[in-house]
């Protein structure tokens, strides 16, 4: 049966003090290190590099709320979050994707002012380059898609695609040792991915379609104690994508710290409003123009 | 129109040539290091092991061809080719495979006298500890299933799971690259893996599904200039697996010094028997007991 909402604020505490008494430990052990390059949180010494409006949007959501009327940007920085452009990671991430590809994804990425592409680790260097100066951001996957390699592996996969000009890193959590109960393998791989990572923010997909729901709430407990900057649902490659009911629930475990990234199956302008809806402020998708224009462009890259 | 047979060697010439002048150096530039542990292609001193048997078949076949009518093997070296058990790969992949899955992978290896289990790196050290003194060798995975990892870090993950106790790395090929038909990529990732594995042998996973066939004769030459040990044809992930056809060609090309190893798909004995009269001397597969005993055991463990 469904984990119900009024449940799932008890269900979380339970479930973080268990985590705690299981870890043997104090936590969190890691500094959250916020998303992109942004370490405001971090430092009270705020660079006032302006990005905060494309790259922490909920941040800026919130100073909104706080009373604040307007907020500064520079020149060129893009879309900001209303539409969804600025809300999109542009990605593509199947094998077979060429050079052409990339260069293609990065041109549309440039033009519509997209939040970042999203590549494999192979096309960072790439991707860094010709996106040079236009404000996109180059995510990259890690672990990708099983979450099953090694956690030094994956720790150094991501800091070498952070070394080749990532700024955002999108992990896989390890699943089978969530299935293990092993949570201490579990949290010790997105800490020395975050530990890796720095300073860019870390997304740590769950894979939503292959956890229970306790597992999801295990899952987004540990990447907020580990000091991850977003929780993330899907591969894409699995036998599910992003549902309204895991945005929901995962926005409820993380409340307003960290991102929610919806992701696998996000087509149309209209997945994407029902994932803003239910608490998304991050789409990882292939037919983004799509979804930022709400034309069909009769063609999809593929995931 | 596919590759006639009788084209293969002219092709593999023109290709090696071509690829050798893109390269623009003499190769190959690495060693192989053979298969598992054994070095005894590279070493005069061969410390006879005895374990050729089950890790080098087609090295024995050769010598039984050369006049040879007996050939030594320990005791409690398992069961050698004639039956499958010593061809298999006994194989669990999938992200949600749990520590218990791994456990009784290990377990089944060990009674039917596998080849190997293979496994992703994650689990490299658990299944290590399982099989001491069983004869049975521990087999990775690496930049998978994907290929599409930075070549240093899939050359990382190889190298920690060789010291994690990784006697084999099944290495996914840059797809990508190839596709872009830049070899210089394909061939250097091939080499840095080779390299970081060593004493390991490597397979390079070609993922036939996805290539034309001269994008396998390509990717066959490219691995036996880089000193991998076999080439493999699938990933069990991707839209197919090993073919009757795919099998041929890659013995053909790569001939007597390399292994075939086919895998996705390969079910039953009969699947087996099939793939190895195409040529393959190693088979990976989840219903590894099915296959070795002909009897339905009503289960499979999934890739």
Not at 178 to 207: H, N, Q, W
Not at 258 to 272: N, Q, Y
Request: aromatic share 4%; charged share 25%.
């Amino acid at each position: 049966m469904p984990v119900q909402p009024s449940e799932i604020d008890e269900l979380v505490d339970i479930i973080a003090e268990k985590v705690r008494g299981r870890l043997g430990r104090s936590l969190p052990v890691v500094q959250a290190t916020g998303s992109g390059e942004c370490h405001s949180d971090d430092n009270e010494d705020c660079a006032s590099c302006g990005s905060c409006v494309v790259r922490r949007p909920w941040s800026v959501r919130a100073i909104e709320q706080a009373g604040a009327s307007r907020v500064g940007a520079p020149s060129g920085i893009g879309k900001v979050d209303g539409d969804f452009a600025g809300m999109i990671d542009h990605t593509l991430l199947k094998p077979e994707a060429q050079r052409e590809d990339i260069v293609r994804l990065c041109d549309e990425a440039r033009a519509h002012h997209f939040a970042s592409v999203c590549v494999n680790t192979t096309w960072v260097s790439l991707a860094k380059a010709l996106l040079a100066g236009s404000g996109v951001m180059v995510c990259c996957v890690v672990g990708f898609p099983l979450g099953a390699m090694s956690p030094g592996a994956k720790a150094y996969e991501a800091r070498e695609a952070v070394r080749h000009g990532a700024q955002e890193v999108d992990m896989v959590m390890n699943i089978g040792a969530m299935k293990s109960r092993d949570y201490e393998t579990v949290f010790e791989d997105i800490c020395r991915v975050v530990k890796a990572s720095a300073p860019a923010g870390v997304k740590v997909i769950l894979e939503t379609s292959s956890l229970t729901d306790e597992e999801k709430i295990i899952g987004c407990t540990l990447s907020k104690l580990a000091g991850a900057a977003f929780v993330k649902t899907s591969t894409g490659f699995a036998k599910g994508g992003a549902t309204v009911e895991d945005v929901a629930l995962m926005r409820r475990v993380v409340g307003s710290e960290l991102g929610v990234k919806a992701s696998g199956g996000v087509r149309t302008t209209e997945d994407a409003v029902r994932m803003r809806e239910a608490g998304a402020n991050r789409i990882g998708a292939s037919a983004s123009i799509e979804i930022a224009t709400g034309k069909s462009t009769g063609k999809s890259t593929g995931y």
